[in-house]
T-cell receptor
């Protein structure tokens, strides 16, 4: 079954520093991969997705992720963290059925001044 | 443009009570989903629907029921509330068109406590 593992339940960075949130996937078929962000007391919002084609995908708010098949990874990065980036981030992979997603456990990003 | 709307936002139930969590979307999406979110556990799929009249179980369906009589609405029912069902519940929808099928749009959640 398709699954994702997010390394690090909490990540802390200084404002202006590089953000790196790690996600590794397990899939028996070519996966569709997603990153979602959740701000406090809100639902999840799509940051970016990989389906086919270019392996480096750009999303909203300056985030990007690279699909690396050889490493089964889909890490999320942002060159310079902003205070407003503090949130919970979820990596997700498509299920075999093609209808739904399997989510990781999430990584809470803290941005310090 | 409301998107996915969930009601209520908060609710406290007593053990054994029943309730229905409402979800409606105005994007004409065929696919709809119910998830529960527990601290440190991510989102678990409870039920999903690929169109009116069609529902299917997700990973954690026990203790819940759903129906899908219209494209817009996808209510989730708890028949006999148990403390283990204390959670935040999210409804989502997606568009089956190519390239959009798995991009899910989420509501703001219902925070449910069962005491």
């Amino acid at each position: 079954a398709q699954s994702v593992t997010q390394l690090g339940s909490h990540v802390s960075v200084s404002e202006g520093a590089l953000v790196l949130l790690r996600c590794n996937y397990s899939s028996s078929v070519p996966p569709y991969l997603f990153w979602y962000v959740q701000y406090p007391n809100q639902g999840l919002q799509l940051l970016l997705k990989y389906t086919t084609g270019a392996t480096l995908v750009k999303g909203i708010n300056g985030f990007e992720a690279e699909f690396k098949k050889s490493e089964t990874s889909f890490h999320l990065t942002k060159p310079s963290a902003h205070m407003s980036d503090a949130a919970e981030y979820f990596c997700a992979v498509s299920q075999n059925s093609g209808y739904a997603l399997n989510f990781g456990k999430g990584t809470s990003l803290l941005v310090t001044p | 443009n409301a998107g996915v709307t969930q009601t209520p936002k908060f609710r406290i139930l007593k053990i054994g009570q029943s309730m229905t969590l409402q979800c409606t979307q105005d994007m004409n999406h065929n696919y709809m989903y119910w998830y529960r979110q527990d601290p440190g556990m991510g989102l678990k799929l409870i039920y999903y629907s690929v169109g009116a009249g069609i529902t299917d179980k997700g990973e954690v369906p026990n203790g819940y029921n759903v129906s899908r009589s219209t494209t817009e609405d996808f209510p989730l029912r708890l028949e006999l509330a148990a403390p283990s069902q204390t959670s935040v519940y999210f409804c989502a929808s997606s568009d089956p068109l190519p390239g959009h099928i798995l991009v899910q749009h989420f509501g703001d959640g219902t925070r449910l406590s069962i005491l």
